[in-house]
């Protein structure tokens, strides 16, 4: 349930709502609305049936919030977050582009893809050290090896890192060393993890499931706001269909059905959303066009050379290319392109 406050409503008023709902042992959350303040209840609801919200002072209605997920729910909070990662801010209009490879294999290979990535209008790069490999013989990542070519890359460029954590153990090392906290496709529902980076002050990009559907993907979201990390990012990467030619069916429908039913920002990635590199581009410029708060990109200096998805990842050229026709279709889509509609006639 959440309480809409009267635009007028004072602090004492907001106060003596929490209060009630802290007597009955829930948890009250207060945001911002649009006009008004808003106050979130968390937990069993049944708690506060017989209490007249509506009748208190300062209370302009109650909304009963029929989703499991109330803390990633836009009623709860109507506006968009605007995450903030190091000083980068994610949601809330802007627009924000990672890229790099998809495993840190090398010193030399990640320094060398951090200096295009920046070179591109990237802000992030990400480049993965613990990898979740679906055969236990393909290369498994380089571990805190690899974390640390990735904090000496960010000290070179300035660009901030996003990087996976997949196991509840690494959570600690992982937010050491870096900005952005990735829960991959196949850890979308492994509670425990999303509880502990709950737990941490780390931003945290979820990706969604391999077969979630958007209802289960905010769910797990909600795993992570109710442990007290406000910080989530989500990131549509393809779901899996009948069809094989593309790795993954990347689902730009939900970047619209997330905007409506959350306020939590989202990106899109095309390179696992399509397996092949060839369709990274339109791939990319649809999310743009589906209103995607950003892209995350796989991106190597020799994808031939790959030790992980070579088959998806651009080469330099080609993310430049990408990255000139997105920030250009980024542009247009700006609010001064639109004024030449003549509401007029
Ligand atoms: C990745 O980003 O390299 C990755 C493994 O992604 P996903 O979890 O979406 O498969
Ligand atoms: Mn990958």
Redesign the pocket.
Known sequence: MVIIMKPEASAQNIKGIVEVIHNAGLTAKVTEGVQQQIVAVIGDKSRVATVAFDAMPGVDHTVAISKSYKLASRESHPRDSVINVDGIEIGGGTFTVMAGP??VESREQLLTAAEIAKKGGAQFL?G?AY??RTSPYSFQGLEEEGLKYLAEAKEKTGLRIVT?VTEVEAVETVAHYADLL?I????MQNFRLLKEVGRTNKPVML?RG?AATIDEWLNAAEYILSEGNENVIL?E??IRSYETYTRNTLDLSAVAAVKHLSHLPIIV?P??GTGKWRLVKPMALAAVAAGADGL?M?MHPNPAKAL??GAQSLTPEHYYDLMTDVLKLKDFMRDEHMESIDLED
Do not use: V
């Open positions: 998809c495993a990400r993965g990898k979740p996976e990735q991959g496709a196949r850890n990706k391999l990131c990467r393809g990635d390179s696992h995350i796989e992980s998805d």
